[in-house]
């Protein structure tokens, strides 16, 4: 960890005024360097490379009529691809926007329509989700696909790429001005339409310093792209930020597979949401308990557990636990590190939701310091991160540097910077609710902000909890505390809105229910089935008896329904993004619900 910081100092394409022009200086100051690869180098470019790529396909767009302020639409998976064809679209002045690969017909088309895209590059996975949608978007002229064309409906990306046109690349790029439109990303909202949040590229330049300034990324810097590029935490990270600081990005196509990504890649800079942390750490506390040594490198644990804590309560560390944790960490944790892949990094960050306590404490214990940040599309996903060098667990830090944040009378988080978009595409009212006369944007978060400026994020405003005798509880912090108490749990949605007590529907966890269930003589059952057996349901009532522990009495969780099955990304209980459909929960899941307060 504490490496120098190079990337600020050597880059010239910090001072861009566009994306699009960062993108020209970083290719010219490091045209040998990796830009973008595959894990097997399968496909390897280089920053130069990467250039000759996104002009001609640039080229290919031009003569396909792609001007300045038209909309690309791209429905690609995490491949080098994908860098290509949204670069090659800013550099023509157009917009390029992502749809999640999770997306129905009718999903493609209102976000397609609402975008007004003139073309869409799609990988034929999507094909026929394209197809399905595509009668109702008559402003839609081509749809280019990655293997090639599939029917006269359809193009070759590979004939794209090979056309001519009389385009001048240098004047295109340019002609790009800092006010003008870089990407739409569609919000997954939880309930209605997604808005189309309109971010340009002073937004985005703003950003990227804003989060290197915090960071300090090191010169020749890694990450791995593996998030939804529909979502702003995928561009900003493992985009826009390579970009601008001559990162290499390393491509994961398929997201359950990215930890092992992580020793293969060592990234300098890894984001990810809770879960990922919480699966990772239950990972590594089963390799902590087994093997030779099992009850020395529990003490250790417990002794580096302590003085995490010691440290986040300002207290001092006596000397014989430092020096006990020293040892530790020369003899263990080190090791840890480097087979997690977390042996090089600057930072890493965890955010989108609350993430349970002991989560934050593993990671710091065993050398990792995890910190919880904050940010929103409306923000390009800035806002909010702790430095790592002073690192609060259980806030998402102080604001960025550049961003002003302030509390509503009612705790409504208030945010005011360059990173903050211009609006909702094509919804004016919602733009007004939003962003008021003096530039503060009304964030639908409320929170709190301590006397060093961190801030702690309470719940969404419109997803606060008041129960029967009028107490206000966030379901989000309960459900963080019930997915802390057991690796069994991997969703758990709270129910108690104007109810008399609390309860929660909770969804086993696909990859560690199996691995519990062999080891309680239940294996070989299905998701399903685990659901019905009573020693689950022990296992559970002692996680969710455990996290009433830390709940206040009005929080706690009086009933509690194992729903069979999983919940996916994208599909009835989950946004893409994995935040909790609340409304569609409480809809879908009514006759469960009710049971629990019968009677």
């Known amino acids: 960890m504490g490496a120098t910081t190079a990337a600020a100092a050597s880059s010239r394409a910090v001072g861009a005024a566009t994306i699009a022009e960062a993108f020209r200086i970083t290719a010219e100051d490091h045209p040998d360097r990796v830009a973008v690869r595959t894990k097997d180098d399968e496909v390897s470019l280089t920053w130069s490379e990467l250039r000759d790529r996104v002009d001609a396909f640039a080229r290919g767009l031009h003569a396909l009529g792609v001007r300045r302020g038209d909309t690309v639409a791209l429905m690609l998976g ?3 691809e994908f860098h290509i064809a949204d670069l090659a679209a800013m550099t023509l002045g157009a917009t390029p926007f992502s749809i999640y690969a999770t997306s129905s017909p009718e999903q493609i088309t209102y976000v397609v329509g609402d975008a007004k895209a003139r073309v869409a590059v799609v990988e034929e996975l999507f094909l026929n989700q394209f197809r399905a949608a595509r009668g109702d978007l008559p402003e839609l002229e081509h749809v280019v696909v990655l293997e090639g064309a ?25 002609g790009v001005e800092p006010e003008d439109l870089i990407t739409l990303i569609y919000t997954s909202g939880t309930t209605g339409p997604p808005k189309g949040v309109q971010l340009v590229h002073r937004n985005l330049m703003a950003a990227t310093r804003a989060v290197e300034q915090l960071i300090r990324f090191p010169d020749g810097s890694k990450v791995i792209s593996w998030l939804p590029s529909a979502h702003i935490a995928e561009r900003m990270a493992h985009h826009y930020l390579p970009i601008v600081y001559a990162m290499t990005i390393t491509t994961c196509p398929n997201p359950r597979e990215v930890v092992g990504y992580l020793p293969a890649v060592k990234p300098t800079w890894f984001f990810a949401v809770p879960r990922i942390w919480e699966k990772l750490k239950a990972g590594m506390e089963g390799f902590l308990a087994s093997g030779e040594g099992g009850e020395q490198k529990r003490a250790w644990l417990e002794a580096a557990t302590r003085k995490v804590e010691l440290e986040q309560a300002g207290e001092p560390v006596p000397e014989d636990l430092a020096a006990t944790v020293a040892q530790a960490d020369e003899q263990l944790f080190s090791q840890v590190r480097a087979m997690l892949g977390f042996d090089q990094v600057a930072a ?19 050398g990792v310091p995890l910190a919880e940040l904050w940010g929103m599309s409306e923000t390009c996903g800035a806002g909010a991160c702790n430095p790592p060098e002073k690192i609060k667990i259980g806030t998402v830090g102080p604001p960025t540097p550049g961003v002003e944040a302030k509390l509503a009378e009612d705790g409504e988080l208030l945010i005011r910077s360059d990173v903050v978009m211009t609006g909702y595409k094509n919804v004016p009212d919602r733009t007004s609710e939003a962003l008021d006369a003096d530039g503060w944007l009304h964030t639908g978060d409320i929170a709190t902000i ?6 702690t994020i309470v719940d969404r405003k419109k997803e606060l909890i008041i129960s029967a005798s009028g107490k206000n509880m966030s379901p989000a912090n309960i459900e963080s505390t019930l997915k802390g108490s057991s690796p069994l749990i991997g969703q758990a949605a709270t129910i108690g809105d104007g109810r008399h007590y609390n309860t929660a529907l909770i969804v ?31 296992a559970v009532q002692a996680a969710v008896d455990k996290a009433n522990d830390k709940l206040s009495r009005v929080e706690q969780i009086k009933k509690f329904t194992i729903l069979e099955g999983d919940w996916a990304p994208g599909g009835d209980e989950l946004t893409p993004t994995m935040k909790l459909k609340r409304r569609p929960i409480a809809d879908k899941y009514a006759a469960e619900i009710d049971a629990m307060y019968s009677g």
């Open 78 to 80: 995490n491949r080098p």
């Open 150 to 174: 599939q029917g006269s409906d359809t193009l070759g990306w590979a004939e794209v790429e090979a056309t001519e046109s009389d385009l001048d690349v240098e004047a295109a790029w340019r």
């Open 348 to 366: 890493v960050n965890v955010g989108a939701a609350p993430t349970p306590r002991e989560v934050l404490v593993f990671f710091h214990a065993i």
């Open 450 to 455: 301590d006397e060093d400026g961190y801030i």
């Open 508 to 538: 086993l966890d696909a990859d560690f229910a199996p691995a519990w269930a062999a080891q309680n003589g239940l294996e070989g059952k299905s998701l399903e089935g685990l659901a019905r057996e009573d020693a689950i349901r022990t």
